[in-house]
């Protein structure tokens, strides 16, 4: 599950990616942190490997302008008039 959250419009943007099996989140991405994050032991293999993968972290980092920033400018005409 990935989530953007905005302060300012898009002055200060936040994506985190959520890990979740059979209801429980195991892991997460956090933009602000910059890497995995294990929340199980499993998570923090899961975590490890990913952090390792330098091209796949570039691509993760890049989420706030690419996934989150692309929707705002998307949204913004309808979300933020409500």
Do not use: W
Not at 30 to 59: C, H, I, L, W
Request: proline residues 2%; aromatic residues 18%; negative net charge.
């Amino acid at each position: 599950k990935s989530e953007c959250h905005f302060f300012n419009g898009t002055e200060r943007v936040r994506f985190v990616e959520r890990l979740i099996y059979n209801r429980e989140q195991y892991a997460h991405f956090d933009s602000d942190v910059g890497v995995y994050v294990g929340d199980t032991p499993f998570g923090e293999k899961v975590a490890r490997y990913r952090n390792s993968q330098q091209e796949f972290m570039e691509y993760k980092r890049g989420q706030v302008d690419n996934y989150c920033r692309h929707n705002y400018m998307a949204d913004a005409p309808f979300a933020v008039e409500r």
